[in-house]
């Protein structure tokens, strides 16, 4: 009699286990079938999204022709002197940084004019730069006669 009980807890047993191997599989199956519908829709926008996340912000420009043309290629409404001074050329010139000439200073003004040979001069001066000043003040976009106008405007109201 312990002979037929093995044997029937060995069918059961297996039986079991092959029901259970079977609804794992039909589980698997059904999930394959589920995801695989939506995974089209979301796996293209997933993407998108990834990429944008990881998309740069911004380049680097280091060749200065590339930079003359990247500044150029957007071009801006002419300022006016006073606008030129205030956005850029007082940053230094307002209170004299690195040995930049302050605006007021008749002095330092009238000594740069007379070894500049006058505004041209100037002008020339600071389309290229000089000591620790930037070609153009640091604004590549700053046309030549915005230049000479912030230049004539910290003239006057220095007194130069």
């Given amino acids: 009699m312990s002979g037929n009980n093995d044997k029937t807890?060995?069918?059961?047993?297996?039986?079991?286990?092959?029901?259970?191997?079977?609804?794992?599989?039909?589980?698997?199956?059904?999930?394959?079938?589920?995801?695989?519908?939506?995974?089209?829709?979301d796996q293209v926008a997933e993407t998108q999204a990834i990429q944008a996340r990881i998309a740069p912000i911004g380049t680097v420009v280091t060749d200065p022709a590339a930079l003359l043309k990247v500044s150029a290629a957007a071009p801006h409404a002419a300022l006016s002197g006073d606008q030129v001074v205030a956005q850029v050329c007082s940053a230094c010139h307002g209170s004299g940084v690195l040995g930049a000439p302050k605006i007021g200073d008749q002095a330092a003004w009238g000594g740069r004019v007379k070894a500049a040979g006058g505004v041209d001069g100037l002008l020339a001066s600071a389309?290229?730069?000089?000591?620790?000043?930037?070609?153009?003040?640091?604004?590549?976009?700053?046309?030549d006669d915005e230049l000479k106008g912030?230049?004539?405007?910290?003239?006057?109201?220095?007194?130069?």
């Fill in 127 to 143: 389309k290229k730069g000089k000591g620790s000043m930037p070609p153009r003040g640091g604004n590549p976009d700053l046309s």
């Fill in 150 to 160: 912030a230049i004539q405007q910290m003239l006057k109201q220095t007194g130069v």
């Fill in 9 to 41: 807890f060995a069918i059961t047993f297996l039986g079991v286990i092959g029901a259970l191997v079977a609804f794992t599989f039909a589980i698997i199956i059904i999930a394959k079938i589920i995801t695989s519908s939506d995974k089209s829709v």
